[in-house]
């Protein structure tokens, strides 16, 4: 079974540039979650999908935005970007059952990483 | 709320001693609690999970974590750290009810002397 998918895997970009992000998942794992892994903050939950659907959100300004396809397939948009935006972003995927109670293990597959440089 | 702390950002152990990261929780249900370990310039990966059966949870590459409730504790723990084993390492707390929320610490890097 392919892992998880990320495209590109390095980008450069200018400051006020926007990026756009792609994640695929693992085949039949329908939610999808995005991360910010920076030195200094460590791993940073932008939001999760599920079922084209966002799900979660953490706390990054209305910048970063994200949305799922009907495949699962995810993209993150970040516009007007700024320096502190370089980081590793990273989408992890996992097969989440049921709406209530235990039914979600919480184990994620990740993907290799974005890595993105804003100059 | 739920979050994690991961005693120590850099730990060095000489190879073939007994690696311990250290993990506390708090959770104010009963958790799912995760290790993952990132090797440089890759993804996380999945170390071993805890999800309410055995207490001591064996991973995979030798690891293993013990669930400690009076101690809000996760450590991870292997008998002889190998140079293979130098990445970082990271914590992480869920409740799921249904939704994917994991919390992460702030991970612990492993350096592993010769």
């Known amino acids: 079974k392919a892992g998880v998918t990320q495209t590109p895997r390095y980008l450069i970009k200018t400051r006020g540039q926007q990026v756009t992000l792609s994640c695929s998942p693992i085949?039949?794992?329908?939610?999808v979650s995005w991360y910010q892994q920076t030195p200094g903050q460590g791993l940073q939950f932008l939001f999760e999908?599920?079922?084209?659907?966002?799900?979660n959100k953490g706390n990054f300004p209305g910048r970063f935005s994200g949305r799922q396809f009907s495949n699962s397939r995810s993209e993150m948009n970040v516009s007007t970007l700024e320096l502190g935006d370089s980081a590793l972003y990273l989408c992890?995927?996992?097969?989440?059952?049921?709406?209530?109670?235990?039914?979600?293990?919480?184990?994620?597959?990740f993907g290799p990483g974005t890595r993105l440089t804003v100059t | 709320a739920q979050s994690v702390t991961q005693l120590g950002s850099h730990v060095s152990v000489s190879e073939g001693a007994l690696v311990l990261l250290r993990c506390n929780y708090s959770?104010?249900?009963?958790?799912?609690l995760f290790w993952y370990v990132q090797y440089p310039n890759q993804g996380l990966q999945l170390l071993l999970k805890?999800?309410?059966?055995?207490?001591l949870v064996k991973g995979i590459n030798g690891f293993e974590a013990e669930f400690k409730k009076s101690e809000t504790s996760f450590h991870l723990t292997k008998p002889s750290a190998h140079m293979r084993d130098a990445a970082e390492y990271f914590c992480a707390v869920s409740h799921s009810g249904g939704y994917q929320k994991v919390t992460f610490g702030i991970g612990t890097k492993l350096q592993v002397i010769p």
């Open positions: 805890y999800t309410s059966a055995a207490t």
């Open positions: 999908y599920f079922s084209e659907t966002q799900r």
């Open positions: 085949s039949g794992h329908r939610s």
């Open positions: 959770s104010s249900v009963p958790p799912y």
């Open positions: 992890a995927s996992s097969l989440t059952a049921g709406t209530s109670g235990r039914g979600a293990i919480g184990e994620q597959y």
